[in-house]
């Protein structure tokens, strides 16, 4: 698998959300996954794995008071329910994509198939984790958030070197975040830094993403990450999660920004016949300024400009004097490019234009006494 693995995906991470329950976790793939299928974006839904007999320390597993500890144990699932959670985001046509914690969950990712696997801001450092990863040889993403520049160059020169797929993911680790805190500039630093690299961005916002996944895409972010989460059985909803409805607002603005974007980034745009027909009707053509007979080579007292370019004309344009004629004009006749021996100025997109370029049909001046 290449890096283009990343381009255009949409990470959807189903974190804590379903609370343990697998009916709920199914139910916010099916859900999500029909959003997915009716705006035609790629999207990848992320499930978090953690080993629960190793990852809490036992001296914790009860009665701790600690947020991190209590929530994860209280979403605990057995692996038979992941291995089904994962082959349910299959059936509903999305890539898999998991986020291990410790090494045991790496082991599942392999043993799942999960096709990409995500390593969280808080582990970008944690070299035991992240060689075990690399050792399961699939194309792996990072979040930045919270990393040193160091933390972020030193881990993307160990996955350059073992040539494993990496995208980076833009991150800022407030949840939820306010649009003041959310520091897009830096997807222009992360792209200038890493070239090579799909650069990407997980939010966590609790406003309007519309406008976050827009500016993004202008930047050159091509993978964005929410969490996601469904309205169900009165759970309450965090604010930096997703719903259906929302997501699909959220893909609808990428696509929008993508058409408007357009395809070209590396290299100048070469402009479609229609907008050069345009121009071209703005343009002054060449008329003889006196009787010019065949063989002779334009000067400045041979010529004049004026509007209307007329069709096959020779424009000001491609006008570099010293072109020869093949056959006489008349006085106040349009100088047509078939009538010229050669045009050094012209190219062959142009070429290929002037015999249908204006509006202005080609015809015979009126001869002047």
């Not at 995906?9 to 996954?33: C, M, P, T």
């Not at 096709?115 to 040889?137: H, N, P, R, Y």
């Not at 050669?342 to 049909?361: F, K, S, T, Y």
Request: aromatic fraction near 8%.
């Amino acid at each position: 698998m290449q890096a283009s693995v990343f381009d255009d995906l949409f990470v959807l991470e189903l974190a804590s959300n379903h609370w343990g329950k697998l009916e709920r976790g199914l139910k916010i793939i099916s859900d999500f996954g029909r959003v997915v299928h009716r705006t035609g974006v790629r999207a990848a839904l992320k499930l978090q794995f953690r080993e629960m007999e190793s990852f809490v320390h036992k001296d914790f597993r009860e009665g701790s008071d600690l947020r991190y500890v209590k929530k994860t144990l209280a979403t605990r699932m057995p692996w038979a329910n992941y291995a089904f959670m994962v082959e349910a985001t299959r059936q509903a046509g999305m890539v898999t994509m998991a986020t291990p914690f410790d090494e045991a969950s790496v082991d599942k990712c392999v043993e799942f198939g999960v096709e990409i696997i995500k390593i969280a801001s808080s582990d970008i450092q944690d070299w035991t984790l992240v060689e075990k990863i690399a050792a399961a040889g699939k194309p792996v993403m990072i979040s930045t958030g919270g990393a040193s520049l160091r933390d972020m160059d030193e881990i993307v020169a160990y996955f350059d070197k073992r040539g494993i797929p990496l995208g980076i993911n833009h991150c800022v680790s407030i949840y939820p975040s306010e649009d003041s805190e959310l520091e897009l500039n830096q997807i222009d630093f992360l792209s200038n830094r890493y070239p090579g690299h799909v650069i990407g961005l997980s939010t966590h916002e609790h406003t309007d993403w519309r406008s976050s996944v827009m500016i993004a895409y202008a930047k050159g972010a091509r993978t964005f990450e929410r969490h996601i989460d469904i309205d169900y059985e009165g759970v309450p909803v965090s604010p930096y999660c997703t719903l259906p409805h929302q997501a699909e607002e959220w893909f609808n603005a990428f696509l929008k920004a993508r058409e408007m974007c357009g395809s070209q980034s590396m290299s100048k745009r070469l402009p479609p016949p229609k907008e050069l027909q345009y121009l071209a009707d703005l343009v002054r053509g060449v008329y003889a300024k006196r009787p010019l007979p065949a063989g002779r080579a334009l000067t400045e007292e041979d010529f004049y400009l004026a509007i209307p370019l007329q069709k096959g004309q020779l424009s000001s344009h491609e006008l570099r004097r010293g072109e020869v004629l093949k056959s006489a004009i008349e006085p106040h006749q349009a100088v047509m490019f078939e009538n010229i021996e050669a045009a050094p100025g012209v190219n062959a997109l142009v070429a290929d234009l002037i015999p249908e370029r204006a509006a202005q049909p080609a015809k015979q001046a009126r001869r002047v006494a």
